[in-house]
């Protein structure tokens, strides 16, 4: 008996072992592909030089939707479609126009950008005296007395010491989010944001805002300045308390229009039902042309299935590319995505979301079980020869995140972040500052873990 208990033991090692070394060669195959037969950097030369910026509503959001259609029905892939939206359109408007006054005539201009959802200044601008805070905390300490009709300025840097990037963005990020909303309940008749950036440059960075639940007639207007100018009007504030702040934007909120996600798929031939997404978000701010954000994202996702169909790989489960619409100022791509599957009773065992960037693949964070965690640990070696191997548990991605649910792991491609802010919702989000091959690398890891995703399934616990 012990005899043969050892047999079967040696045995299962062997089949095992014969497993992984499939596995090895397989994914080895994925990155030799991806590194030397990708069509991404191309596709993404199109969706940034040809299309440019693709904020949600806008003529070139449409063509991006044409165009990612296009590709992907070019790949030959079991089924192709648009999914129908609705989604919010604000407009810049002409470009806006700042300046810094010490003294009536002695004036410096200062570059800002309207913070998307903003509200317009009035047609001759505002101008008004500048109160300087560091937390949406020291504006309220401040009360209603010395905010009232003046420019809150909010200068609170991102925290240079943390090595996560988007650890310090999170922590810095409420001041833009949530400033116009706050600074407004204290009698404030504009809001100036220091940009979302590590970097010391001139380029000030838009991003979303919201106004909670403020009447129309309550609301400012909100715009953001570079790092380099943040700066230089603190150190001239502390100088001149009484300087004057003026700025003039004419950006506006639309009615809703349409607009769409873009899906396609690969069936499953042995578990069809069971549906495998990788995807980005298709929209971009309209300064840039999206590069990184997110186009690399949506090139990499449609790489995964291009990489798999010229390896004539038949998956055993459905894997299904999504570039979502709308995620920079509102989510209706990922939550329509997700009310659809819902409504079909479709099953998502696995999501991935390429959101971070182009930059050098470090590894992948998970939303799931411990269960789930202690097998997707055991594929790290996998990704050690391509230097991928930063697995941890944490969040995953936005468009994704309505999935959640029992029976599906959620996660994110980390590539590594020190410049990604840099370009994030500036005009240097461009082409140039992608590197082909650091973007190939991303998705040759995004391709193999899907592969493994495809192979092994999942446990089916609650996600914790």
Same mark, same amino acid.
């Given at each position: 008996m012990k005899k043969n208990i050892w047999l079967l033991c040696a045995l299962l090692s062997i089949s095992l072992q014969a497993q992984e070394n499939k596995d090895k060669a397989f994914i080895n195959r994925i990155y030799d592909t991806a590194l030397s037969d990708s069509n991404s950097y191309d596709w993404l030369n199109h969706l940034s030089n040809q299309i440019g910026g693709r904020l949600s509503?806008?003529?070139?959001?449409?063509? #991006?939707?044409?165009?990612?259609?296009?590709?992907?029905?070019?790949?030959?892939?079991?089924?192709?479609?648009?999914?129908?939206?609705?989604?919010?359109?604000?407009?810049?408007?002409?470009?806006?126009?700042?300046?810094?006054?010490?003294?009536?005539?002695a004036t410096t201009n200062i570059p800002i950008l309207a913070l998307g959802g903003s509200v317009a200044t009035p047609s001759l601008g505002i101008k008004a005296? =500048?109160?300087?805070?560091?937390?949406?905390?020291?504006?309220?300490?401040?009360?209603?007395?010395?905010?009232?009709?003046?420019i809150v300025f909010f200068n609170r840097p991102?925290?240079?010491?943390?090595?996560?990037?988007?650890?310090?963005?999170?922590? /810095?990020?409420?001041?833009r989010s949530k400033g116009a909303a706050e600074a407004a309940k204290y009698g404030a008749v504009g809001v100036?944001?220091? &940009?979302?950036?590590?970097?010391?440059?001139?380029?000030?960075?838009?991003?979303?805002?919201?106004?909670?639940? =403020?009447?129309?007639?309550?609301?400012?207007?909100? /715009?953001?300045? &570079?790092?380099?100018? #943040?700066?230089? =009007?603190?150190?001239t504030l502390a100088l001149n308390p009484s300087l004057k702040f003026y700025f003039k934007q004419n950006c506006r909120t639309l009615a809703d229009v349409p607009s769409h996600n873009v899906i396609g798929e690969i069936k499953g031939s042995e578990f069809p039902e069971e549906i495998i997404v990788v995807g980005g978000h298709l929209d971009s701010w309209d300064v840039g042309d999206g590069a990184h954000d997110d186009g690399a994202g949506c090139v990499q996702s449609m790489a995964v299935l291009e990489i798999l169909k010229k390896l004539n790989y038949n998956p055993k489960r459905t894997i299904r590319v999504v570039m979502f619409m709308n995620e920079e100022n509102g989510l209706r791509g990922g939550t329509a995505y997700a009310s659809r599957a819902n409504e079909l009773g479709e099953r998502h065992i696995f999501a991935?979301?390429?959101?971070?960037?182009?930059?050098?693949?470090?590894?992948?964070?998970?939303?799931?079980t411990t269960e789930n965690m202690t097998?997707?640990?055991?594929?790290?070696?996998?990704?050690?020869?391509?230097? /991928?191997?930063?697995?941890?548990?944490?969040?995953?991605? #936005?468009?994704?995140?309505?999935?959640?649910?029992?029976?599906?792991?959620? #996660?994110?491609?980390?590539?590594d972040s020190q410049r990604y802010f840099d370009h994030?919702?500036?005009?240097?989000?461009?082409?140039?500052?992608?590197?082909?091959?650091e973007l190939d690398m991303g998705a040759a890891a995004m391709t193999a873990l899907v592969y493994l995703f495809d192979r092994y399934g999942i446990e089916t616990t609650e996600i914790k």
């Open positions: 509503g806008s003529i070139q959001a449409e063509q #991006a939707v044409d165009y990612t259609f296009k590709v992907i029905e070019d790949l030959n892939l079991d089924k192709v479609w648009k999914q129908d939206i609705t989604v919010p359109k604000w407009v810049r408007g002409t470009p806006e126009f700042a300046y810094m006054e010490l003294s009536p005539g005296e =500048l109160i300087e805070v560091s937390s949406l905390d020291e504006l309220k300490a401040l009360g209603k007395k010395a905010v009232s009709g003046k991102m925290d240079p010491k943390m090595i996560n990037t988007f650890s310090a963005y999170s922590k /810095a990020v409420d001041q100036i944001v220091r &940009s979302m950036n590590l970097r010391l440059d001139d380029f000030p960075h838009t991003g979303g805002m919201s106004y909670g639940d =403020l009447p129309d007639s309550m609301k400012i207007p909100a /715009a953001a300045v &570079s790092t380099n100018h #943040a700066n230089f =009007l603190s150190t991935l979301e390429s959101d971070s960037g182009g930059f050098t693949p470090r590894g992948f964070s998970f939303d799931a097998q997707i640990m055991e594929w790290k070696t996998y990704f050690e020869p391509y230097m /991928a191997h930063s697995f941890t548990k944490g969040g995953s991605g #936005a468009d994704i995140g309505p999935l959640k649910k029992e029976g599906i792991v959620l #996660a994110g491609l980390r590539p994030h919702h500036a005009a240097t989000d461009t082409f140039d500052a992608v590197n082909k091959r």
